[in-house]
C-alpha cells in the first residue's frame, strides 16, 4: 500500500496528537503571572530581574514595560522538579534603586497557573536619608550617653 504526502502527513499528525495525550494525568501547564508595581505610586515596573528558586535558581524572563511577566514552570524546571517542589516556588525579584522582594508563590497541583501582583518599595523607603540630609540633621542629634 502506497501512501501519498498529504495522507502520510495526516497520520503522522494523528500519531503526534495521540502521543501527546499519553502526558501524564494534571500534567497542565504551570505558569506563574503577575505584574509589578512601584509601591509609592503603583505604576508599573519595566525590566524587574525575576528568579525562580526551588532547590535550584533559574532565571526568568524580566518585566515587560507593562510590568507583566509570565514564567511556564516547565521550561525553568524539569517534570520531577516540579511534582518535587509540592506547589512552593520562591520568587525573588529585583530591580535597581528598589528593596528586593521575595514571594513564596503556591500553586496547587494540577492548578494551570498562580497570579499575583507585587509592589516594589523604593530603595532605603522613606526612612532613608542620604548625606546631606544626615548633615543638616546632626546638628539635632542627641548626644550619646
Known amino acids: ?6 495522507e502520510a502527513v495526516n497520520l503522522l499528525a494523528g500519531a503526534l496528537l495521540c502521543a501527546g495525550s ?3 494525568p494534571g500534567a497542565a501547564a504551570q505558569t506563574i503571572s503577575g505584574t509589578v508595581t512601584a509601591s509609592n505610586n503603583g505604576a508599573p ?24 511577566f ?3 514552570l516547565a521550561s525553568l ?7 518535587d517542589a509540592d506547589g512552593g516556588f520562591m520568587l525573588k525579584l529585583t ?3 528598589f528593596e528586593p522582594v521575595n514571594r513564596l508563590v503556591r500553586v496547587a497541583p494540577g492548578a494551570p497557573a498562580a497570579s499575583l ?6 530603595e532605603g523607603g522613606s526612612t532613608h536619608l542620604d548625606a546631606t540630609e544626615r548633615q543638616a540633621l546632626d546638628p539635632y542629634a542627641a548626644a550619646p550617653g
Open 1 to 6: 500500500m502506497e501512501l501519498s504526502v498529504r
Open 22 to 24: 499519553l502526558v501524564a
Open 95 to 97: 530591580k535597581a534603586s
Open 70 to 72: 509570565s514564567i511556564d
Open 117 to 122: 501582583a507585587v509592589q516594589l518599595d523604593a
Open 45 to 68: 515596573l519595566a525590566g524587574v530581574a525575576i528568579q525562580v528558586e526551588i532547590r535550584t535558581a533559574h532565571d526568568a524572563a524580566p518585566t515587560d514595560s507593562q510590568g507583566r
Open 77 to 83: 524546571f524539569s517534570a520531577a522538579e516540579i511534582r
